[in-house]
T-cell receptor, first 115, second 112 residues
Framework: GAGVSQSPSNKVTEKGKDVELRCDPI?????LYWYRQSLGQGLEFLIY????????KSGLPSDRFSAERTGGSVSTLTIQRTQQEDSAVYLC?????????????FGPGTRLTVT | DAKTTQPNSMESNEEEPVHLPCNHS???????IHWYRQLPSQGPEYVIH???SNVNNRMASLAIAEDRKSSTLILHRATLRDAAVYYC?????????????FGQGTRLTINP
């Protein structure tokens, strides 16, 4: 079946511009996560949504970052006034929420380059 | 989140078994042990998870120590495609869906 999809696959933007990254989770998955991976760095959690609960935004690095999830499905991560340190691969994942098993399925990522 | 310790890198030969260790001495009773791997230029993918008993699936086996303070991911017959970074992660099942906290993982190199 269809996995998690993300768009665009690559994005080059100028410093100071806003960008929007999109994630389409697996149909029926109620939990959605955003992570990022900077060059040579590990994977860093950003935000997650679960059903109708308030999102966990504890990983967002600054108030320039925000995300929303419309209709419990598609999610958009927005970075305002991009900086060079925002350059990274942004990964989205989704999961079912079943007791004891929260396997996450990752998308291919969006590679963001801020020039 | 409980922490895990893994070797930075390991190397093995194609068609040989690989044993990837993970230490988690502060594991709690409700922590599941999850393994993910990240192939080059791809997002992470789930490999296996367990709580107390050893687990097998089509990708790998997970051997969990009796005191649960360590575990080993076993690839029975490594192929070149198994070259990846392997992450051992603890997740508290009592907390519902939650973020994955990735460490540095073990970079596995497979020699032809």
């Amino acid at each position: 079946g269809a996995g998690v999809s993300q768009s665009p696959s690559n994005k080059v933007t100028e410093k100071g511009k806003d960008v929007e990254l999109r994630c389409d989770p697996i149909s029926g998955h109620t939990a959605l996560y955003w992570y990022r991976q900077s060059l040579g760095q590990g994977l860093e959690f950003l935000i997650y949504f679960q059903g109708n609960s308030a999102p966990d935004k504890s990983g967002l690095p600054s108030d320039r970052f925000s995300a929303e999830r419309t209709g419990g499905s598609v999610s958009t991560l927005t970075i305002q006034r991009t900086q060079q340190e925002d350059s990274a691969v942004y990964l989205c994942a989704s999961s079912l929420v079943i007791a004891g098993n929260y396997e996450q399925y990752f998308g291919p990522g969006t590679r963001l380059t801020v020039t | 989140d409980a922490k895990t310790t893994q070797p930075n890198s390991m190397e093995s030969n194609e068609e040989e078994p690989v044993h990837l260790p993970c230490n988690h001495s502060t594991i709690s009773g409700t922590d599941y042990i999850h393994w993910y791997r990240q192939l080059p230029s791809q997002g992470p993918e789930y490999v296996i998870h367990g709580l107390t008993s050893n687990v097998n699936n089509r990708m790998a086996s997970l051997a969990i120590a009796e005191d649960r303070k360590s575990s080993t991911l076993i690839l029975h017959r490594a192929t070149l495609r198994d070259a990846a970074v392997y992450y051992c992660i603890l997740r508290d099942a009592s907390q519902g869906a939650q973020k994955l906290v990735f460490g540095q993982g073990t970079r596995l190199t497979i020699n032809p």
